[in-house]
């Protein structure tokens, strides 16, 4: 699932994903977010009417996940983190070096204007003084 890129190529020509369209049992669906979300609360209705204490995994795990589960047992039992975080390496990326590359790209621009500029003058000049 990890590395699912939804089949770009179908999804992009309004069809649906291959896992979703071979499944048999249904247990693969594929759509908007909000409808996935309705769908699943419906099968954790269905679910609860047999007993079952079912639940949404991904619906407010980190603002909500793309890939949604409903787990009819506790999600230790499928090897999910219970609250997964964001990697501090991440919130470095994101929040100071990336900044810093858009802020050297920015100084290499000013710096390219400056030697034009600079050149230009040269240029001027000389053309002046001949």
């Known amino acids: 699932m990890d590395k699912c890129l939804f089949c770009i190529d179908r ?19 594929f759509g908007e977010r909000d409808e996935m979300v309705n769908a699943a609360d419906e ?11 079912a639940q949404l ?10 890939v949604m589960y409903v787990l009819a047992h506790p999600v230790e039992d499928y090897k999910l983190p219970a609250k997964p975080e964001v990697s ?11 900044p810093m590359g858009y802020a050297a ?3 290499v621009a000013v710096g ?4 034009y500029m ?6 001027v000049k000389e053309k002046e003084g001949k």
């Open 11 to 29: 999804v992009t020509n309004e069809l649906e994903p291959a896992c979703v369209k071979t499944c048999l049992s249904g247990a693969l669906a």
């Open 43 to 53: 099968r954790i209705n269905k679910l609860g009417e047999r007993g079952v204490e």
């Open 57 to 66: 995994y991904g619906r407010n795990e980190l603002d909500g996940l793309h």
């Open 88 to 98: 501090p390496s991440v919130t470095l990326w994101q929040d100071i070096l990336q």
């Open 105 to 107: 790209v920015g100084l």
């Open 112 to 115: 390219l204007a400056m030697n």
């Open 118 to 123: 600079v050149a230009r003058v040269r240029m």
